[in-house]
């Protein structure tokens, strides 16, 4: 029997010539057959366009999976209001690298994407808001725009079509909070980035309240691979209700981070091996599947199935896709104390149980680390995350309190390790026999 390679799983689509020395030029772009789905776009009704869309089973890529020719359907038409694009590249959940390395490299595929997406639903404008601290980026999103400009893929009357686009590049001001769909829209119109009340939803008053579609960027870029390969080869791929491919992002203690472009369905274990797994000598002690707002899996979900329906059946959401791991030498407490810092400092304030909610969550866990923690402190944790989750203005709550129901849920025996031993059992100044036994089993 023929075993075939690890990486004869992967499938690289969008990153398929990330390492051609110029692929961020529209010559490279065309080179691979860049903006011949556009043409055939062209020639289909933007309805068609809609339904061939939701028909490959394409999911947005921006962490809820929401069915990204379903959310273009819900554009009301013949309405009378101008129609809006806005493609989300606030990428800024810990962990969560994909987006970034994709604009950098290959720019064209989401302007190509755009430009079909705004035929779709009947757009003339369209906005890519970028996250400002990706100086490099921004220039190159800029000058990727211009080739498109000039080429006359971008402006009046495009390839002779009769359709009209615009697009703009805005970067934003750093917050995560923008990365919400509705703070972003607040911020893109000037003013300060927070959530808004739904209804109404972005589809019916968006960005100046007007039909407005919100996308990731890999959902984007994924269509025109789609429109020029055909639905059936991108539902070849993946799982039945989680068809096609997308970016991976493997982070921390691996031997080979970075992006790997697979299938939905993929597992952790087979992305590992093409990784070269856990850096020597070292085994998984923890992960998230989606970034840090995914509840934290362990080494006993390796086989989960990387799509929307295995991970939500294991306990926690695929997210972004960001994969981040960890090793026995990494304190669940301390990861998790920084990771609610994190929450604790970019929340917007707007709404009581998220704006007091990580702040005590924050305090408690910082006793804890230190030492200074009681056993009821745990249950206190527990309850202030219950107060959070489902009941913040937006999602933000429910990832600050996932870190915690999820780490209380395997790794209880930490916490309480740090109280008992006041103090931190892997802290390299401390040598407790419960870290020494943790860690031996570990290497077991």
């Known amino acids: 029997m023929t075993v075939e390679p690890a990486e004869k799983l992967l499938a690289p689509v969008l990153s398929a ?23 055939k776009a062209f020639a289909m009704a933007p309805d068609d366009v ?14 809820a999976g929401f069915p990204t020719g379903m959310k273009w359907q819900f554009i009301p038409q013949g309405d009378g209001k101008p129609h809006y694009l806005v493609v989300n590249a606030d990428e800024s959940e810990p962990g969560t690298c994909k987006d970034i390395p994709l604009l950098f490299a290959n720019p064209h595929s989401l302007i190509e994407g755009m430009i079909i997406a705004c035929y779709a639903i009947r757009s003339h404008h369209a906005f890519i808001y970028l996250r400002g601290e990706t100086v490099p980026v921004l220039r190159r999103l800029h000058e990727a725009v211009r080739e498109a400009y000039a080429a006359g893929y971008l402006g009046t009357d495009i390839q002779g079509s009769g359709f009209d686009l615009e697009l703009t ?14 703070a972003l829209l607040d911020s893109l119109e000037g003013r300060r ?21 919100v996308n990731n960027v890999e959902s984007i870029a994924s269509v025109p691979a789609i429109i020029q390969r055909g639905k059936d080869w991108f539902k070849s791929m993946g799982s039945e209700k989680s068809p096609g491919f997308t970016l991976y992002s493997l982070s921390g203690h691996v031997a080979r981070p970075g992006q790997y472009e697979g299938p939905l369905g993929i597992t952790l274990r087979q992305l590992l091996d093409m990784g070269g797994g856990m850096r020597p000598g070292h085994r998984l002690k923890f992960w998230t599947p989606g970034g840090s707002s995914t509840p934290m899996f362990t080494d006993e979900h390796l086989d989960v199935p990387l799509d929307y329906e295995g991970v939500g059946a294991a306990g926690s959401m695929l997210g972004t896709k960001a994969l981040q791991c960890f090793d026995e030498t990494t304190c669940v407490v301390r990861a998790v104390t920084r990771w ?11 709404c009581t149980p998220c704006r007091e909610g990580t702040y005590w969550l924050v305090q408690l866990l910082r006793d804890i680390e230190a030492g200074k923690g009681r056993i009821e402190d745990l249950d206190k944790l527990n309850d202030i995350a219950d107060n959070i989750n489902g009941k913040s203005f937006c999602a933000l709550g429910d990832g600050a309190a996932a870190p915690i129901f999820s780490s209380l849920k395997y790794f209880r025996e930490e916490y309480e390790e740090h109280i008992e031993r006041k103090g931190c059992p892997f802290d390299p100044a401390r040598s407790t026999a419960w870290a020494d036994k943790y860690r031996t089993e570990a290497h077991a």
């Open 169 to 182: 590049v805005h970067a934003g001001a750093g917050a995560y909070i923008c990365g919400e769909e509705t």
């Open 193 to 213: 980035g927070q959530p808004r009340l739904r209804p109404p939803f972005p589809a019916v008053e968006g960005l100046y309240a007007c039909p407005t579609v």
């Open 340 to 350: 609610t810092e994190f929450y604790a400092h970019e929340s917007c304030g707007k």
């Open 50 to 63: 809609i339904a061939y869309v939701k028909d490959s089973g394409l999911r947005g890529r921006g962490g």
């Open 17 to 39: 010539f990330w390492d051609d020395p110029r692929s961020w030029t529209l010559e490279t772009y065309c080179r691979h057959d860049g903006y011949q789905a556009l043409t």
